[in-house]
């Protein structure tokens, strides 16, 4: 693809998904602030990254690589294109053949101070939340440093479910969670089960008070940072 086309086909890709599913975003726990972050997804659909992507504030987007199957994305050159080229995506082989290449260019992203958007449970599902891989854990221990941000994607499973060619329009929202804490001393199996409970706690709405205090437009003053229709 020439360079030169990238951010117009970006836009129309992005400015696309807002008007076929909305790609609300909806923080509930954190802020969306530029610091080194692992958002970990639940995943429903080919939708789900650009749902996450049109979801977060420009600036953040710009600096957030979602990690992507190599063995689907980088399966066409359109496909490619649009994942790398468009979507800023680092393309990983699930396969387990190169599982400490795979770790080092997740932990080079992070560490360079840019942040990720993982699906942990590995594959597409029906809407419910799988148990996740061990993949997120790993990274969590070699870069600690990285905020741990659960975002749970409302709807989008709807949209497209796995096995359905055909779209069926709805508003769908990313809940953004409050970030991880990490706990000395937790084992793998602890830490993946945790990560889980905070995901799919994240499926039911914060409280009416609290949904309406934290929801506004991009143009809304910046007092109000929580909860915001994303910034083209």
């Not at 690589?65 to 990983?92: E, Q």
């Not at 769908?172 to 706990?183: E, W, Y």
């Amino acid at each position: 693809m020439i360079p030169l086309f990238q951010p117009a086909l970006r836009h129309g890709l992005l400015g696309l998904t807002r008007l076929l599913v909305g790609a609300r975003a909806s923080w509930e726990g954190s802020a969306p602030v530029d610091v080194p972050r692992i958002y970990f997804a639940n995943h429903t659909s080919h939708l789900d990254t650009l749902a996450v992507m049109a979801a977060l504030p420009a600036k953040l987007r710009a600096r957030t690589h979602p990690v992507a199957a190599l063995d689907y994305w980088g399966g066409s050159a359109l496909r490619r294109a649009v994942a790398v080229g468009c979507l800023n995506a680092l393309l990983v082989d699930r396969t387990g053949k190169a599982t400490a290449e795979v770790m080092d260019a997740m932990a080079a992203v992070l560490e360079s101070g840019q942040s990720l958007i993982l699906f942990p449970e590995g594959t597409r599902g029906d809407g419910t939340v799988a148990p996740f891989k061990s993949g997120l854990y790993h990274l969590s221990q070699r870069v600690p440093e990285a905020e741990l941000v659960p975002v749970f994607i409302e709807n989008l499973h709807r949209v497209m479910p796995k096995g359905m060619p055909l779209l069926v329009p709805l508003i769908c929202t990313m809940r953004f969670g409050a970030p991880l804490q990490g706990i000395e001393g937790e084992d793998k199996a602890a830490f993946l089960g945790r990560a889980r409970d905070a995901l799919v706690s994240l499926s039911r709405p914060a409280p009416q008070s609290n949904t309406q205090a934290n929801t506004q437009s991009a143009s809304q003053p910046a007092s109000q940072p929580f909860d915001q229709r994303t910034t083209r």
